[in-house]
């Protein structure tokens, strides 16, 4: 039996067609979990909201997909 | 062919003569005389001695322990040991299991060519004519030592190798495409059928059986992906546009290149809270230690690294940079917890959002890693993971 793992990522097709079982949308392929875009500020609850998105997502049983 | 011969003298003359010049462009003769000295000729020859088999099994089949002895050394002994006994019996005259060559399982895991190379040494002396490695189920470190044994004994000795394995064995994915693997039940409960396999299997490839070769999954086998030339009669294009035509009329056609499928894994699940977890992070975005002291490649690798954050609040170009050939570097290079979220996991862990995080993360480059590469690396990182007490993984991609 395998660990519970959540994939944060932007080519989201590539995790589906692959079976990746949770699917988290990353930022930029560039910048997963983080935006140059932003200030600091900013960026850290950028990245922030999308960790918790993905915690929450490995308590999933793993066939839904959070935006 | 009594009946030829009483053929023979119901015929006409002028029949007679039709009759042998049709026999005769067979080889034959008219009179029947003939089929004595054929039936002589399609006569089984048997070997001229018995076939020597080495068997090559781990501490436990062979009768040195079980996981107290898995850093056993390389040995050998004369003659079957344990399952080698049954296999013998089912081999039969035709064979002779002359050695058993045993080896821990931890001892050919952790140095496999060193393992292999002194098991190599100890069974040269018994001129083996053929090698059988397990049957080693599930197993994953037997089921790797006897995929490297195979393969390397094929090579090295030049005689025809097979062993034999559960398709949930991870050594499957990691040798098929090089060493004849049949297929056996999940556990040792199910030796007595894996035994029966592993000799029928053996007669056929010490025959010589082509078809072995040609499609093994016809033979229980798990299919090993060689393609080999054949000649048709016409060209790619025509067969193309004849092909495109039948699926526009609905008609039946047979599709020449098949998609990769990928295997459906059952996702495993979080046993208890995630504030109580224990979380690991990895990433395919070419995370790597400041410098790259291991030389890890950017793209197109079987290998990757294990970069510890212990006693860091974030990642920061102190200690890490990012090596990927397949995207651009330059933000994630100036803060790298853009690739891998340290900093927020860290905050997470202080105020009991998590239960705590693992002190390394494992990295690779993605760029164009093979299918059994990234099977191979993602089972290694799970099961070090899992033995580090990790309980749930949050993996980055770019």
Redesign the interface.
């Known amino acids: 039996m395998g660990l519970p793992t959540v994939q944060i990522c932007s080519m989201k097709q590539v995790a589906v067609t692959v079976g990746s079982p949770r699917i988290v949308a990353g930022r930029s392929v560039l910048h997963p979990t983080g935006d140059p875009s932003l200030n600091a500020d900013e960026e850290r609850s950028l990245r922030r909201r999308i960790v918790e998105d993905a915690l929450r997502a490995l308590t999933s049983t793993g066939d839904g997909h959070a935006a | 062919m009594a009946s030829s011969r009483g053929l023979f003298f119901s015929l006409t003359p002028k029949s007679r003569i039709r009759m042998g010049h049709r026999l005769a462009a067979m080889g034959r003769s008219l009179d029947g005389s003939d089929r004595d000295a054929r039936m002589e000729s399609i006569k089984p020859v048997g070997p001229l001695r018995p076939l020597r088999v080495v068997h090559y099994l781990n501490q436990f089949f062979g009768q040195l322990g079980g996981e107290d002895a898995a850093g056993a050394p390389p040995q050998i002994k004369a003659g079957p040991v344990g399952p080698g006994r049954p296999l013998a019996s089912r081999l039969g005259g035709d064979f002779e299991i002359v050695a058993t060559a045993i080896c821990g399982d931890n001892t050919v895991a952790d140095d496999p060519e060193a393992a292999i190379s002194r098991l190599l040494e100890l069974i040269r002396p018994y001129s083996p004519d053929m090698l059988i490695a397990g049957p080693s189920f599930t197993a994953g470190r037997y089921g790797q030592g006897c995929g490297e044994l195979c393969v390397a004994v094929s090579r090295e000795l030049g005689i025809p190798v097979l062993t034999a394995m559960n398709e949930e064995n991870s050594a499957v994915a990691q040798f098929r495409d090089r060493v004849l693997i049949l297929r056996t039940g999940p556990s040792a409960a199910h030796m007595t059928a894996a035994l029966d396999g592993v000799a029928a299997l053996a007669k056929r490839l010490a025959s010589g059986d082509q078809r072995l070769i040609d499609r093994p999954a016809d033979a229980g086998c798990f299919p090993r992906g060689l393609k080999r030339t054949v000649v048709h009669s016409h060209n790619g294009a025509r067969r193309t546009v004849d092909m495109i035509l039948d699926k526009i009329a609905g008609r039946p056609f047979k599709t020449e290149v098949s998609v990769p499928t ?4 059952a ?4 046993g208890g ?2 504030r109580e ?1 224990i ?1 690991a992070l ?1 990433t395919d ?1 070419g995370l790597i230690a400041k410098g790259n002291p291991e030389r890890m490649p950017n793209g197109f690798t079987d290998r990757m690294t294990e970069v510890s954050i212990a006693g860091h609040d974030r990642l920061d170009g102190d200690f890490v940079e990012v090596h990927h050939g397949g ?2 570097t330059q ?2 290079n ?2 790298a ?5 340290i ?3 860290r ?2 862990e202080r105020e009991g ?2 239960g705590k995080l693992h002190e390394t993360i494992f990295s690779t480059a993605g760029l164009g890693m093979s299918l059994s590469n990234a099977r191979r690396l993602g089972l290694e990182i ?1 099961r070090r ?2 033995d580090g007490g ?9």
């Open positions: 990928f295997e459906r894994v996702p495993a699940h979080i809270p995630i977890a979380v990895v975005g995207y651009d933000i994630v100036a803060d917890n853009r690739l891998a979220p900093d927020v996991l905050d997470l959002g998590i799970g993971l899992k990790v309980q749930a993984v949050v993996l980055t991609s770019t």
